[in-house]
């Protein structure tokens, strides 16, 4: 490798935590670190932390980082020969990817046309079904005529539901419950769908009703080498928005997530892909997965992969858009202990996780082995509302699960934050949760558990009391009843061990 590939300086098109996150790997590499900023950042904390900064425009991201030529220009103002696009904002644009290269640049993060085809669910859909990986049963191509729709939804089986092709994070889709409903739903469907994403394809899927979501860490570089980094269990969501996410997942066996990583690898292979990216799947209660989606980034929970692994993904980012090949084969790589994110964000979990906006009073990380904080703000900073609400991402890792959910709360009680309502309490509601605890849980986590009063006043909640109330909420399910029970029960022996 000619030593012309390297990088020297990079530009990091985001903020907040992230951008720090990159930054801390570049300048561990030696490579000098460009910020862009909006006006209402001037005092954030990437534009202080990077070796130079550059403001590109007001506050809204559509007029500072959503600016593709405002940050290309930079680039080359400050002879940055590389760009990092985060997640969120510019990173899964693939007009992007491709200026940026057009440019002499090098984007650090997959090409243009993989981005493509991943970004049309049903692209993407065609593209891996060519390299044997599972998908819900349903239909590849988009659905036109009504009568040609019913007849397929009758054979795959109701409930069903239609989703949009250029869809994604849950936007843009409907559970049918019967043929009677088909008509209405689809016509829905397909003008929200031409409404919010200008291309009105839909498709229909057999509706799984209480999946797991679990996702794979997939690594290319650009010889087509492909390799996965293992699992992360995502299913503690709230309108498409993780809460809280783990590595390993605590239901895969061994040999289940061998099938799971391979096929996450085929489906990377699929899209000639290469850098950081997620294979998004949904796990059945019978045990079968099937291929959601792919993320053309690296993620918010890619923390959780990095404690386990033992590895800096971003570094690895880095070699990747240089050129460097894969520095280890699948079978070199290993999972060690068990870590757990949760996304402290500003939000009041007892009033529906709407935003809260206000300033950090008081802002003191939790500190100690096993513990990793992300974040991007500090004591006495606005929280500004025209960006995501993430204020930190609080990370414990331990040798088991157990371990590492015990660190979570011990974390969680350290954290000293006020000024704005956040998700800290609800992570400890779900770390003392018996559904949690056991590892028996699924995408409906919340709406199944959680009610917002359960967060007043939870100092003074014991465990024991906060199950009971559970278990009489759940009335309506004698199995679920039967559930909490027994795993009360092992919480409270966990209580007293821990005495
Ligand atoms: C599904 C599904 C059930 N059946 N597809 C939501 C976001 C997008 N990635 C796909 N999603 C789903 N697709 C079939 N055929 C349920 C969801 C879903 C979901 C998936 C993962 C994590 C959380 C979720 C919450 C609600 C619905």
């Known amino acids: 490798m000619n030593d012309s590939s390297k990088i020297h300086k990079l530009l990091i098109a985001n903020r907040g935590e992230i951008a720090l996150r990159i930054m801390r790997s570049a300048k561990e590499m030696g490579i000098q670190t460009v910020a862009v900023y909006s006006e209402i950042d001037r005092k954030a904390m990437h534009v202080r932390f990077a070796d130079e900064a550059y403001c590109i425009g007001p506050a809204p991201s559509s007029e500072s980082y959503l600016r593709m030529d405002k940050i290309i220009d930079v680039a080359k103002q400050s002879g940055a020969d590389a760009i990092h696009p985060g997640y969120g904002f510019l990173s899964e644009n693939e007009d992007f990817a491709d200026l940026v290269k057009k440019e002499g640049l090098k984007f650090v993060g997959p090409s243009g046309d993989s981005m493509r085809i991943m970004g049309s669910k049903l692209a993407a859909k065609e593209a891996v079904a060519k390299f044997n990986v599972p998908l819900v049963p349903g239909t590849s191509t988009p659905i036109n005529d009504v009568a040609e729709a019913k007849s397929i939804a009758k054979k795959i089986g109701y409930p069903i539901l239609i989703k949009a092709s250029a869809g994604g994070g849950g936007k843009g889709m409907r559970v049918v419950e019967n043929e009677s409903e088909f008509q209405s739903q689809m016509e829905r469907a397909i003008s929200e769908a031409t409404a919010s994403f200008g291309d009105g394809a839909v498709f229909i899927e057999k509706y799984i009703a209480k999946p797991r979501h679990i996702e794979f860490q997939v690594f290319g570089d650009m010889h087509g080498n492909v390799v996965h980094l293992f699992d992360r269990e995502c299913s503690i969501q709230r309108r498409h928005q993780k809460v809280v996410e783990e590595a390993p997942s605590p239901v895969l066996t061994t040999e289940l997530r061998k099938k799971m990583g391979e096929a996450a690898v085929n489906a990377a292979k699929a899209a000639n892909y290469y850098n950081a990216g997620?294979?998004?799947?949904?796990?059945?209660?019978?045990?079968?997965?099937?291929?959601?989606?792919?993320?053309?980034?690296?993620?918010?929970?890619?923390?959780?992969?990095?404690?386990?692994?033992?590895?800096?993904?971003?570094?690895?980012?880095?070699?990747?858009?240089?050129?460097?090949?894969?520095?280890?084969?699948?079978?070199?790589?290993?999972?060690?202990?068990?870590?757990?994110?949760?996304?402290?964000?500003?939000?009041?979990?007892?009033?529906?996780?709407?935003?809260?906006?206000?300033?950090?009073?008081?802002?003191?990380?939790?500190?100690?082995?096993?513990?990793?904080?992300?974040?991007?703000?500090?004591?006495?900073?606005?929280?500004?509302?025209?960006?995501?609400?993430?204020?930190?991402?609080?990370?414990?890792?331990?040798?088991?699960?157990?371990?590492?959910m015990d660190k979570m709360i011990r974390a969680i009680d350290d954290y000293e934050l006020s000024g704005v309502e956040t998700t800290l309490g609800f992570g400890k509601f779900v770390m003392k949760h018996p559904a949690f605890r056991s590892g028996n849980f699924n995408t409906r986590f919340i709406e199944n558990y959680f009610k917002p009063e359960y967060l007043l006043g939870e100092e003074d909640v014991e465990s024991e009391k906060l199950a009971a109330a559970l278990a009489v909420s759940l009335s309506s399910s004698t199995t679920k009843i039967a559930e909490v029970h027994t795993t009360v029960e092992t919480a409270s022996k966990w209580k007293k061990n821990r005495m």
């Open 278 to 404: 997620t294979i998004e799947f949904i796990l059945d209660e019978d045990m079968s997965f099937y291929f959601l989606e792919m993320n053309t980034r690296l993620q918010v929970e890619h923390p959780v992969t990095e404690l386990i692994t033992g590895l800096d993904l971003v570094k690895l980012q880095i070699k990747i858009a240089e050129g460097e090949k894969l520095p280890f084969t699948q079978e070199q790589l290993t999972i060690h202990g068990h870590a757990i994110e949760l996304r402290v964000c500003a939000e009041d979990p007892s009033n529906n996780f709407l935003p809260d906006i206000g300033t950090l009073q008081t802002y003191r990380r939790p500190q100690g082995h096993g513990i990793r904080v992300d974040d991007g703000f500090e004591e006495g900073m606005k929280i500004p509302v025209q960006y995501d609400p993430l204020l930190a991402k609080l990370i414990v890792y331990a040798e088991t699960r157990e371990l590492a």
